[in-house]
């Protein structure tokens, strides 16, 4: 995918970026840090981020409340090594030469943090492996 000590990309979609993508977006950037390009989008972003998201997440020490849902656009699937889509379906573009990979989890959208915190440590463990495999050595 990448050659020895090139930063890998990864582009987290949901259908409204607005829980699944956030979170994994949030738990890349902070296990991994600069060491790998972290994005997220929307085939149809929310207008705000899901408060009970921001709550789970801010439990395991990471501010998410000013993040806002952004739309995906075929810039940010290009310009991604890896694309990792968490329920958007066919709406996801597709190009030849990257790699897809599909986390089934449930969506956490009207439900409250109790119902979130499960599927906040599954993204977290889902996160902690992918930095294993793509950039070794880069999870803090």
């Not at 993508?21 to 929307?42: C, E, I, K, P």
């Not at 009970?52 to 810039?75: C, F, H, N, Q, W």
């Not at 694309?83 to 379906?89: D, H, W």
């Not at 573009?93 to 089934?104: A, F, H, I, N, S």
Request: proline share 8%; with cysteine; aromatic share 4%.
């Amino acid at each position: 995918m990448n050659t020895p000590g090139e930063q890998p990309s990864v582009l987290f979609v949901c259908v409204h970026n607005a829980g699944r993508s956030q979170m994994a977006a949030a738990f890349l950037t902070h296990l991994a840090g600069d060491r790998v390009r972290v994005r997220s989008a929307g085939s149809a972003p929310a207008d705000t981020v899901n408060p009970a998201v921001v709550e789970a997440l801010a439990e395991s020490g990471i501010d998410i409340a000013a993040e806002v849902p952004k739309v995906l656009t075929a810039e940010a699937v290009r310009a991604s090594d890896v694309v990792i889509t968490m329920g958007c379906g066919d709406t996801c573009p597709v190009y030849p030469g990257k790699r897809y990979l599909d986390w089934q989890l449930p969506d956490p959208a009207g439900r409250g943090v109790e119902a979130v915190r499960p599927i906040r440590d599954e993204i977290e463990q889902r996160v902690r492996a992918l930095i294993d495999e793509i950039a070794p050595g880069a999870r803090r």
